[in-house]
Each structure stands twice: as structure tokens, then as C-alpha cells.
């Protein structure tokens, strides 16, 4: 069963249509909702939470109908908004433990779940101090943490990585995946940045201006390019001679040598090579795909691409 389902689900405001005829279906996991700055994500969510009704269409979130069934969707899904939700002079345990009794949580349950979802976020320590005090990082595991505190089936995490500087985003990147992975909750994270969500997510749906443009397990973007990648201590240019000599295709990159495999018997030619030419391998990989070539070459995601998007190939020529 799909835990979110859309059908023609459409959106139109005054001026501007936010959703335009939007289908997709996505099974557990960790799913990634990828688009620029006002392509739809939060209004998807918000109809998805069953906060406002779509112009047109439907939706499914863990087969309940978002049109009739909200209140029982959002007992059963959690939800960390995109935009700065928390009061400065009040510390995350008061907080977590408020909006756990908010869903119907007893007092001593709510307690025990705060701590227990905060400790699970990494804000155990600091939390009794009041949240001004917290940084941009600490804030957002406190969203978190209270968007997981009831134990949700599904968690909505909007633009969860905002503000964070690169450090940052990786520890939440990392908890996101711990989400799916250790707890076994999904998660439908919107972000951006295609790329940060390649590491995290099963499963991205990509949407440009309201209408969807991709929906894709995360294993089939990033595919095994044809590309081995081989890395050697000394001797690169002996050794791309060499394979050129032997019949492959073989060009510089920084210091590796990208050869493009011809069948099993490449790794075989490298192999011989390195030994004959008493060479130190370090490496020798199979090139992925990233996801970003999606938008690199959005008429031929599947080609094979030796660099990532906007870093240079470096020494276009063969030997
Ligand atoms: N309540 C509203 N009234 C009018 N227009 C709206 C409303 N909410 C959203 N929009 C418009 O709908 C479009 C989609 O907005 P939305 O906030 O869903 O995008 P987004 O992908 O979440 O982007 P961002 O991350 O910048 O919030 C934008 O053009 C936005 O201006």
C-alpha cells in the first residue's frame, strides 16, 4: 500500500496555480519532495495534512482520504513546519512535553516520550535551558523532536536542513535516515538541494512549478555510469598509455584515470597493467550517477556522465 497517493491533485490561488495536476504514489521509506523555492512542497503538505482542501483531484495518506479524513491522518503523521515555531523563553522539555500532551499523551507518558525523542534528536543535555538560546541547529532538532514525540507512522519534514552550515546538515541527514531506518518511520522530507537528499532518501519526487517532473527510487538515478574510476600512486601517465595501447577508452581527471569498461575483461587489462608496470594501486571503482544530472540533463538523465554536474572534467583529452 502507497502511504501517500495523489491523483490530478491540483491547487490554484488567486494569480498562481501552487499544484498543477500532480500524480504520484510512494511506497515506506524515506521519500525525498525536491523542487526550487515555490514549486509546491508546502502546500502539498499542508493539503497532504488535510489543513486545506485542493482546488482538484485527491489524495492518500496511509489510505485515509486527506479531503474527509485530516484529524485522523495528523494523529497518525507528525509534521516539522519549515518556518521558526518556538517560544525563546521556554526550554524543549516544556515544549516536547506540551505538544506530547497536545495529541492526547497522559503527563508522565508525555514526559517519558520527550526525553526519550529528545535524547534520540541529541538535545539531551541542553534540554532545560530556554530555546532563544539555542542555535539554528538545536532549534531544528527541537522541531523534530516534537514532530516525532506521539510515535508517528509518517513523519513530514519541511526543509529540515535550512539554515544549517554544512556539518550541520550532514548530523541531519544522518538522524533522517536513523528516522527510516531505526525506528521505522517514514518520511517524506522536502529540501532544495537535490543532492543532499541522494544519501538520505529511498525515493525522490522531484516537482518544478506544481507539476511533477520525476518520481524514482533514489538506487535507479544513481546507477553504475559504465565509468571505472582507478587511482594509482605514481605512474598515471605510463599507465593510461598503456590501456589506450590495449584498446580502452581512457582520460585524466585530477589524479584519477577514468576508463570507460568494455566488458569483464577491462578490470582484467587494468589489473595486468598495474602489476606489469609495478604500479601502487590505491583505488579502482565503478563511477554512480548523482541525482543532480537529472536537472544537468533533463533529456538524458541516463547518459553516462564521467563528473558531477559543475565540476570540471578535467583534461578532456584521451590518450
Ligand atoms: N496562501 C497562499 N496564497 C497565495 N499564494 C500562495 C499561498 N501559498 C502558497 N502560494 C504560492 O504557491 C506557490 C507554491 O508555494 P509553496 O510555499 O508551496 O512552495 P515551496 O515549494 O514550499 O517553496 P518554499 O520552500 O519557498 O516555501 C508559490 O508561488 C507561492 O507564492
Redesign the pocket.
Known amino acids: 500500500m502507497p502511504i501517500i497517493a495523489t491523483q490530478g491533485l491540483t ?1 490554484r ?7 498543477d495536476d500532480l500524480t504520484f504514489a510512494v511506497e515506506a521509506g524515506v521519500v525525498g519532495l525536491v ?12 493539503i497532504l495534512l488535510g489543513l ?1 482542501p485542493a482546488s482538484a483531484g485527491q489524495a492518500r495518506v496511509l489510505d485515509l482520504d486527506v479531503a474527509t479524513q485530516g484529524e485522523s491522518i495528523r494523529e497518525r503523521v507528525g509534521y516539522m513546519p ?1 518556518y521558526e515555531c518556538l517560544p525563546p523563553d521556554v526550554s524543549a522539555t516544556e515544549f516536547v512535553v506540551h505538544m506530547a500532551r497536545m495529541t492526547g499523551l497522559p503527563p508522565a507518558a508525555a514526559r517519558e516520550r520527550a526525553a526519550d525523542t529528545l535524547r534520540h534528536v541529541g538535545l539531551y543535555e541542553e534540554r532545560y535551558r530556554p530555546m532563544g538560546g539555542y542555535s539554528t541547529g538545536m532549534r531544528q532538532r527541537v522541531k523534530l523532536a516534537q514532530a516525532l514525540v506521539h510515535d508517528p507512522q509518517l513523519v513530514f519534514l ?2 529540515p536542513t ?1 539554515g544549517l552550515d554544512p556539518a550541520g546538515r550532514d548530523e541531519m541527514l544522518d538522524l533522517i535516515r536513523r528516522i527510516g531506518a531505526e525506528f521505522g518511520i517514514s518520511v517524506l522530507v ?1 529540501s ?1 538541494l537535490l543532492g543532499e537528499l541522494e544519501r538520505s532518501c529511498d525515493h525522490v519526487v522531484i ?1 518544478d512549478g ?1 507539476r511533477l517532473l520525476r518520481s524514482q527510487g533514489v538506487a535507479a538515478f544513481t546507477a553504475a555510469s559504465g565509468v571505472l574510476s582507478v587511482e594509482v600512486e605514481d605512474g598515471m601517465d605510463p599507465l593510461g598509455h598503456r590501456l589506450a595501447a590495449a584498446g580502452l577508452t581512457v582520460r585524466p581527471e585530477g589524479r584519477l584515470l577514468l576508463v570507460d569498461v568494455a566488458g569483464e575483461h577491462t578490470y582484467d587489462l587494468i589489473r595486468d597493467a598495474v602489476v606489469d608496470l609495478e604500479l601502487c594501486l590505491i583505488r579502482m571503482e565503478q563511477r554512480r550517477h548523482h541525482i543532480e544530472e537529472v536537472f544537468a540533463t533533463p533529456q538524458a538523465p541516463q547518459a553516462p556522465h564521467p563528473g558531477r554536474p559543475g565540476q570540471a572534467v578535467v583534461g578532456e583529452g584521451t590518450w
Open positions: 491547487m490561488f488567486p494569480g498562481v496555480t501552487a499544484l523542487g526550487a523555492n515555490g514549486a509546491g512542497k508546502s502546500t502539498l503538505i499542508k486545506v519549515e519541511d526543509e535550512n522536502t532544495h516537482i506544481g
